[in-house]
């Protein structure tokens, strides 16, 4: 089979419901992930 390189599609942030004062330490980890890396990929998006 050969393996052909397609452009994967460019997925965006959904809605979803985050109450602050229910989240522990690793929601407040991933959340500022997920912020860095949108910032990587909206400021990658013009190359």
């Known amino acids: 089979m ?3 390189n397609k452009q994967l ?7 979803v419901e985050f109450a602050d ?8 980890e991933a ?3 997920a912020a860095a890396a ?3 990929a909206t400021s ?3 190359e």
């Not at 599609?9 to 809605?15: E, L, N, T, V, Y």
């Not at 004062?21 to 407040?28: N, P, Q, R, V």
């Open 31 to 33: 959340q500022e992930r």
């Open 9 to 15: 599609p460019i997925g965006s942030a959904k809605d």
């Open 21 to 28: 004062e229910l989240a522990d330490s690793e929601d407040k």
């Open 38 to 40: 949108d910032r990587r």
């Open 2 to 4: 050969a393996n052909e």
């Open 44 to 46: 990658n998006e013009g």
